[in-house]
């Protein structure tokens, strides 16, 4: 063999370790413990890779997507805001400790009810049945669990929060309270 295809198939190998390596290393996690009012719930955070592709032929990119799963009891039976907040501090009973929405950077706009549904802490809204309970899951790419401007873990940590009536996914005055109104439970983010 020839000293070209030796140092090819070295990067051969070399290529394939690495891979193998980066797809064995387990995923950044994150937890929640909910509570309000006669609320309890875990939140789970998992990164999961981006894909792409119809459902026969799904392609990594090697980016990266935060899920995000909810099992929370003790809700009002309908539909209520969540969002991901800014400080991770969660003083009851009115939650406000936790800041406004996250949304890092020189122009990040916490207001709840501004720019929205632009905030990266922005969510799909969640659904309780008439037993008030929900088991809910989302995928995000505006946030993640390692470093970085987007980092759920900046300097002075995130919450997650669920309020009290649905976001209205709109964009109104400040304080307006069409993001979800009141806040009913909240949990400080953590590894």
Do not use: Y
Not at 25 to 44: D, F, H, S, Y
Not at 68 to 96: D, M, R
């Amino acid at each position: 063999m020839s000293r070209l295809t030796h140092v090819a198939i070295a990067s051969a190998i070399a290529l394939t370790a690495a891979t193998s390596l980066a797809a064995h290393q387990a995923p950044m996690t994150a937890k929640a413990t909910l509570a309000g009012e006669g609320i309890t719930g875990t939140v789970t955070f998992r990164e999961v890779p981006i894909r792409t592709g119809d459902a026969d032929a799904k392609f990594s990119t090697g980016a990266m997507a935060v899920e995000i799963s909810v099992n929370v009891k003790g809700l009002k039976p309908g539909t209520h805001g969540i969002h991901l907040h800014a400080i991770g501090k969660c003083e009851a009973p009115a939650f406000t400790s936790a800041g406004g929405h996250f949304d890092p950077g020189p122009n990040g706009m916490m207001d709840p009810d501004m720019n929205h549904p632009f905030h990266m802490g922005d969510l799909p809204n969640l659904v309780a049945n008439a037993k008030g309970e929900a088991v809910w899951k989302a995928t995000t790419t505006r946030v993640t669990l390692g470093a970085g401007p987007l980092s759920l873990f900046d300097e002075d940590g995130s919450a997650i929060v669920i309020h009290a009536n649905p976001d209205q996914g709109v964009t109104a005055e400040a304080k307006a309270g069409l993001s979800g109104g009141p806040r009913v439970a909240c949990g400080v983010i953590a590894k």
